[in-house]
């Protein structure tokens, strides 16, 4: 069964609010870290022996990690500048960068600084260890917030997480904030940046106290907002192909929430079993005043259990989210690629995409295809095209290599290339898309594959 959803004319697109962002928010970061050197710079003197040396090199790891931790805690706050013109999935690849970042520069901290008071006492690692620890101001709680980042990228490192469910990596990865608060104070107490200046502390405050603002802001009050505003239940469960369900989502002028096709929110579903998770799940179709739309393959627990929601179900969402729009177009001509369920947010823009527009959905069978009926509706709608690539007998899987894609798309090098589905299918597909001669910036991706 196939959810039929009211088509209604396309508004043209708004314009592109321009460029990505992303190179000046980029700018500013590793500006902030630049005058983090230059502060250890401005207050430091002559170094002088192994002693100073290591003491200093620890000193700007320092500085540098605990500017970390507050960037750290910025691209958590889901910012909607980030989120929604820099992407989710760049936001997400910056934030585990920073981690490894902040970690390393957490562990030379440790080593240089002990290293050089040491040198300095003539004394051993273990026992200067124990006397900063014990003896020095803040420094009980900065070792547990140590602790707690350390366990943090523990369980974010790759090999551990894929043995981890989603709900325990997400719940230990909020101990970010206990180990950013932890080890705040022994910052502005011990740092000798800090002590004795007033604008220094001043601006590691303001800097700190930005951070833990859009976090407030972003991730609790406007939630809030959204959620007593628009007033979301689940309105009906429709079945779209094996293991494939849409949830059609009923609320109170949706069309003041902003959210718009290509675009996902995180949403809650408030009964037995689902509250503690917070999921991210696309729009599959074009958002209406009273309704939205989201379509859900059963991959785990929580998806599987979608099925099973029952109407007026009362939904917690946040979002919208997401950067997969018509904003990134920059050609007349686009080229819609699905992999799977993937094809749940292309099925919106395939219907709102302005220009001449051509969807290529790749399955294993034809049962398999959801939303098959509405595409194929649109598709005579506005004249668009829709492709299929099904495996064939025994199961053999279609040729998508770059001849491929050429030969069925025979100027793919004019389209914008929108890209969605399984980590393996895009990152295949991203490449031979590069190999047939479409520009990088023409293809349009988001991952969460970190």
Same mark, same amino acid.
């Given at each position: 069964?196939?959810?039929?959803?009211?088509?209604?004319?396309?508004?043209?697109?708004?314009?592109?609010?321009?460029?990505?962002?992303?190179?000046?928010?980029?700018?500013?970061?590793?500006?902030?870290?630049?005058?983090?050197?230059?502060?250890?710079?401005?207050?430091?003197?002559?170094?002088?022996?192994?002693?100073?040396?290591?003491?200093?090199?620890?000193?700007?790891?320092?500085? /540098?990690?605990?500017?970390?931790?507050?960037?750290?805690? #910025?691209?958590?706050?889901?910012?909607? /500048?980030?989120?929604?013109?820099?992407?989710?999935?760049?936001?997400?690849?910056?934030?585990?960068?920073?981690?490894?970042?902040?970690?390393?520069?957490?562990?030379?901290?440790?080593?240089?600084?002990?290293?050089?008071?040491?040198?300095?006492?003539? =004394?051993? %690692?273990?026992?200067?260890?124990?006397?900063?620890?014990?003896?020095?101001?803040?420094?009980?709680?900065?070792?547990?917030?140590?602790?707690? /980042?350390?366990?943090?990228?523990?369980? =974010?490192?790759?090999?551990?997480?894929?043995?981890?469910?989603?709900?325990?990596?997400?719940?230990?990865?909020?101990?970010?904030?206990?180990?950013?608060? /932890?080890?705040?104070?022994?910052?502005?107490?011990?740092? =000798?940046?800090?002590?004795?200046?007033?604008?220094?502390?001043?601006?590691?405050?303001?800097?700190?106290?930005?951070? #833990?603002?859009?976090?407030?802001?972003?991730?609790?009050?406007?939630?809030?907002?959204?959620? %007593?505003?628009?007033?979301?239940?689940?309105?009906?469960?429709?079945?779209?192909?094996?293991?494939?369900?849409?949830?059609?989502?009923?609320?109170?002028?949706?069309?003041?929430?902003?959210?718009?096709?290509?675009?996902? %929110?995180?949403?809650?579903?408030?009964?037995?079993?689902?509250?503690? @998770?917070?999921?991210?799940?696309?729009? =599959?179709?074009?958002?209406?005043?009273?309704?939205?739309?989201? @379509?859900?393959?059963?991959?785990?627990?929580?998806?599987?259990?979608?099925?099973?929601?029952?109407?007026?179900?009362?939904?917690?969402?946040?979002?919208?989210?997401?950067?997969?729009?018509?904003?990134?177009? @920059?050609?007349?001509?686009?080229?819609?690629?699905?992999?799977?369920?993937?094809?749940?947010?292309?099925?919106?823009?395939?219907?709102?995409?302005?220009?001449?527009?051509?969807?290529?959905?790749?399955?294993?069978?034809?049962?398999?295809?959801?939303?098959?009926?509405?595409?194929?509706?649109?598709?005579?709608?506005?004249?668009?095209?829709?492709?299929?690539?099904?495996?064939?007998?025994?199961?053999?899987?279609?040729?998508?290599?770059?001849?491929?894609?050429?030969?069925?798309?025979?100027?793919?090098?004019?389209?914008?290339?929108?890209?969605?589905?399984?980590?393996?299918?895009?990152?295949?597909?991203?490449?031979?898309?590069?190999?047939?001669?479409?520009?990088?910036?023409?293809?349009?991706?988001?991952?969460?594959?970190?």
């Amino acid at each position: 069964m196939t959810t039929v959803y009211e088509r209604r004319r396309v508004a043209p697109a708004p314009p592109a609010p321009g460029r990505s962002p992303a190179g000046p928010v980029l700018g500013v970061l590793w500006g902030g870290a630049a005058a983090v050197v230059a502060l250890w710079w401005h207050d430091t003197g002559s170094v002088v022996g192994t002693a100073g040396w290591l003491t200093g090199a620890g000193r700007i790891a320092g500085l /540098l990690c605990g500017y970390a931790c507050a960037v750290l805690v #910025a691209l958590m706050a889901r910012v909607p /500048l980030l989120e929604q013109r820099v992407g989710s999935d760049r936001v997400a690849r910056w934030h585990a960068r920073a981690g490894r970042y902040t970690v390393c520069l957490l562990v030379a901290h440790i080593l240089l600084v002990l290293s050089g008071y040491a040198a300095q006492d003539r =004394s051993s %690692l273990v026992h200067e260890a124990v006397t900063v620890v014990l003896d020095y101001p803040e420094m009980l709680k900065a070792t547990a917030g140590t602790i707690v /980042l350390f366990a943090v990228g523990l369980i =974010s490192a790759g090999a551990v997480r894929r043995r981890v469910s989603h709900e325990f990596w997400y719940y230990v990865h909020l101990l970010t904030y206990a180990a950013v608060f /932890l080890s705040f104070g022994h910052q502005v107490a011990l740092g =000798s940046d800090f002590v004795g200046s007033s604008p220094a502390q001043a601006a590691w405050y303001t800097l700190y106290l930005g951070a #833990a603002a859009l976090v407030v802001w972003f991730r609790i009050l406007a939630p809030v907002r959204l959620n %007593l505003r628009h007033r979301l239940r689940v309105d009906s469960v429709h079945r779209e192909a094996p293991g494939v369900y849409s949830v059609v989502v009923r609320g109170r002028r949706l069309d003041e929430m902003g959210a718009r096709p290509g675009q996902f %929110l995180r949403w809650r579903f408030l009964t037995e079993g689902m509250r503690a @998770t917070s999921t991210p799940y696309s729009l =599959s179709a074009p958002p209406r005043p009273d309704l939205l739309r989201i @379509t859900v393959k059963a991959l785990g627990d929580h998806s599987a259990a979608v099925a099973l929601l029952r109407p007026g179900t009362r939904v917690w969402a946040e979002g919208p989210y997401g950067a997969l729009t018509a904003d990134r177009r @920059t050609a007349h001509k686009s080229l819609l690629i699905a992999g799977g369920v993937g094809v749940t947010p292309l099925r919106a823009l395939f219907e709102t995409l302005p220009g001449d527009v051509t969807l290529l959905y790749r399955a294993r069978t034809a049962e398999d295809l959801a939303l098959g009926a509405e595409l194929e509706a649109i598709a005579r709608w506005r004249g668009a095209k829709v492709l299929y690539a099904l495996n064939g007998p025994h199961g053999r899987r279609p040729d998508l290599t770059a001849a491929a894609l050429r030969a069925a798309v025979p100027d793919l090098d004019a389209h914008d290339v929108y890209l969605c589905g399984p980590h393996g299918f895009a990152r295949d597909v991203y490449e031979a898309l590069r190999a047939a001669g479409v520009a990088d910036r023409r293809i349009h991706h988001e991952s969460f594959e970190l």
